[in-house]
């Protein structure tokens, strides 16, 4: 990030970036930015702006607009998500999904006496195979997604010529 932890950045004049004690930078209409310890791919530092959104600071001193370094939640990665069911006061069951977090997925509102039940975890990459097997063979009625029930014979959605993604990806035509 341009000269060091006390020089200008980049070709900014000098003072037009200040650095604050708690490793943050003031930039030269008085808006804060913080780093969030990642680089882009050409290796710039990448700040966040106090006000929302990402940024890097190019040779020139410019802040120019950058997303953000953090793996969002619904990415096909390696992070961890749990696989849950969704049950109501009842006890009966309304769907299956997943989330970083199911016990913080939905609201007690939206909850309205039920519960969460956590089946599993698996990086999220396998987690939505699971997700989706379990959907189109056991949806709940909360399921709306266009596969609930395509494997599942007593429901309406049943279809006897459906092939799933993964498997009619796998075939020769």
Do not use: C, F
């Not at 530092?45 to 950058?66: A, F, H, L, M, P």
């Amino acid at each position: 990030m341009g000269n060091g932890p006390r020089g200008a950045i980049g070709d900014a004049k000098e003072g037009a970036y200040t650095y604050n004690p708690d490793g943050s930078i003031t930039g030269p209409s008085g808006g804060r930015l913080t780093s969030t310890g990642k680089r882009d791919d050409s290796g710039n530092e990448i700040y966040k702006r106090d006000s929302g959104g990402y940024y890097v600071i190019d040779d020139n001193g410019v802040q120019r607009t950058t997303n953000s370094p953090n793996e969002h939640g619904n990415t096909l990665g390696n992070q961890p998500t749990e696989i849950y069911q969704k049950y109501d006061a009842e006890g009966n069951y309304l769907k299956t999904g997943i989330s970083q977090n199911a016990n913080t997925r939905y609201t007690d509102a939206e909850i309205d006496g039920g519960r969460i039940r956590v089946i599993g975890e698996r990086p999220r990459n396998k987690a939505v195979q699971i997700e989706r097997n379990i959907t189109e063979r056991h949806p709940g009625p909360d399921n709306k997604e266009s596969w609930a029930g395509k494997r599942d014979p007593s429901h309406p959605k049943y279809d006897p010529n459906y092939i799933p993604p993964h498997i009619k990806n796998n075939t020769d035509d």
